[in-house]
């Protein structure tokens, strides 16, 4: 744990720590309002209200309205959605042979299932894979001025389109995201329309940017480390602890942000009401204290939980989708291919210090006979 000058805030890097101050919202606020003038995090938009900056009881009535769209009925339904578009997408890839992994598997199966899930046309994709990265570089205390800029506009955009849509179908049966958002929009008791199409935007940004990460990580990991694909090959059942260690050896997202509401003391350091806190999550996935030889890629790991989905009131939404995207793609890709290798270079990653993804994983693969 130190002070950082730069950032104005307070980093903590143990799981212990990352934990419970994620667990606490009591005491270390997501809502803007708690800032004080000299920390730097948690910087939004002049008209964002996000769900993810805010505090209970409004946090708690949007979270209910929001896991409707995520209800096991759901997940179990479009289940058959993320096996298909997985099997595309790696039949095609193998077909080609090289392929950008990100590009043409990664990003385009996250984004697929995310209008499936949200009740967008799939003409429509084009659009929202400009718009998504755009608004996603919001989060990124690195963002420059420029890009915040064009963060903005996107989020406008984003918001424009998805109040259109909801205005349109209050009165659809449908059992996608807009449609059950909008229902509850009209009838004026849990959501506002402005609400409605923010939490649409935030599901869209999220759902695209941490299973496309999560893709592209672990497979890096797997290229890394030949033994444990082999091992996974040879053993499917063991794929959902493979995705776990995934997601822990590498985590999609690597930072998460809090601001003290309330003095308090951890590690013999004061932290002031008003304080920054910045919870190095992938600095908590690799902690020697929680996790036996915490720096090895392991899919067979047994231990505590890791952080990469949050911890609390903020647990990620989505992550049982994204565990789900991500186990089909890899084991399709795992019987369709005899071999993967990277090919053409090194893999390059975005610049980044909130989500940790590669901007291209060029690959072969080697078809099965």
Same mark, same amino acid.
């Given at each position: ?29 997501? *809502? ?25 009881? *409004? ?26 578009? !997985? ?109 409605? !199409? ?15 990460? /999560? ?63 910045? /919870? ?55 019987? !369709? ?18 989500? +940790? ?6 690959? +072969?693969?080697?078809?099965? +006979?």
């Amino acid at each position: 744990m130190h002070r950082s000058a730069i950032l104005a805030s307070w980093v903590l890097t143990r799981y212990e720590d990352v934990r419970a101050t994620a667990k606490d919202h009591e005491r270390f606020s997501n *809502d803007p309002s708690w800032r004080g003038p000299k920390a730097s995090v948690l910087r939004p938009a002049p008209d964002d209200y996000s769900i993810l900056l805010m505090d209970p009881p *409004d946090h708690s009535r949007l979270r209910r309205v929001a896991a409707r769209a995520f209800a096991r009925s759901r997940l179990t339904a479009l289940s058959e959605t993320v096996t298909r578009t !997985a099997a595309e997408l790696v039949a095609r890839a193998a077909k080609r042979g090289t392929i950008d992994w990100i590009a043409d598997v990664a990003e385009a199966l996250s984004m697929r299932v995310m209008l499936r899930l949200i009740g967008l046309p799939m003409q429509d994709c084009r659009r929202w894979a400009t718009w998504v990265p755009q608004r996603a570089r919001l989060l990124e205390m690195i963002a420059t001025p420029r890009e915040r800029s064009v963060s903005y506009r996107a989020g406008a955009a984003m918001r424009r389109r998805f109040t259109g849509m909801l205005q349109s179908r209050q009165a659809s049966d449908g059992d996608d995201a807009i449609d059950t958002f909008a229902r509850q929009v009209a009838a004026g008791d849990e959501i506002s329309m402005a609400e409605a !199409a923010d939490m649409l935007s935030v599901l869209m940004v999220a759902g695209n940017e941490t299973t496309t990460n /999560l893709v592209g990580n672990g497979m890096l990991a797997l290229l890394r480390h030949p033994e444990q694909m082999q091992r996974l090959r040879e053993e499917p059942a063991r794929m959902h602890d493979a995705v776990n260690e995934m997601l822990r050896f590498d985590s999609p997202v690597q930072t998460d942000f809090r601001i003290a509401k309330a003095r308090s003391t951890l590690r013999r350091h004061v932290i002031e009401p008003g304080d920054g806190v910045i /919870l190095l999550t992938g600095s908590a996935n690799r902690d020697e204290a929680a996790f036996a030889n915490a720096d090895v890629f392991d899919i067979a790991r047994k231990g505590p939980r890791h952080t990469s989905f949050g911890h609390g009131i903020h647990y990620c939404i989505g992550a049982e989708l994204a565990r789900m995207e991500a186990a089909t793609i890899f084991a399709e890709v795992l019987r !369709a291919a005899d071999k993967i290798e990277m090919h053409g270079g090194d893999p390059r990653y975005r610049p980044s210090t909130v989500i +940790r993804g590669l901007a291209a994983l060029p690959l +072969r693969l080697v078809r099965r +006979r």
